[in-house]
């Protein structure tokens, strides 16, 4: 028999601001970086680059494409957003949506380019290099 669980107003009160805040802290983090792609792209780019994880032979053309993914990201719409890091999801829990989809667009996308010679390490340090630059964006803005 299956059992029937109420959600009790105070419940749903406590449901709603956990979802409003992690929208909240969604828009923001897009934002803020649509404020500040190019300063970004330059950071992230330049961070995976000397951490290892990227290797190329040209970083001002890894910069631009991380530029136009994080462009894609600002103009894209929440279907689009969810439907590109759906395989990155479960990566780690409690994720930034803006980090888990650089990484995705690294992982997928970025390591088939034409100056990019690998990409090494895990998903996760790829995740973890991009949302600790974002973090440091957020702080200062």
């Not at 897009?30 to 792609?37: G, H, K, L, W, Y």
């Not at 053309?61 to 136009?68: G, K, V």
Request: hydrophobic share 40%; glycine share 2%.
């Amino acid at each position: 028999m299956a059992k029937i669980f109420y959600t009790g107003n105070r419940e749903a009160k406590l449901l709603s601001k956990i979802e409003s805040s992690k929208e909240r802290e969604r828009l923001r983090a897009i934002s803020t970086i649509r404020d500040n792609i190019d300063a970004f792209s330059n950071k992230v780019s330049m961070k995976l680059i000397e951490t290892g994880l990227v290797e190329t032979v040209s970083k001002s053309s890894i910069e631009n494409q991380i530029a136009r993914c994080l462009d894609a990201l600002c103009k894209a719409e929440d279907f689009d957003i969810d439907y590109t890091v759906a395989p990155f999801r479960t990566l780690i829990s409690n994720p930034n949506i803006a980090s888990l989809y650089l990484t995705a667009f690294i992982v997928e996308k970025l390591i088939n380019h034409r100056d990019v010679i690998d990409v090494y390490g895990s998903d996760e340090d790829i995740y973890y290099c991009i949302n600790k630059e974002l973090a440091i964006l957020l702080q200062n803005s």
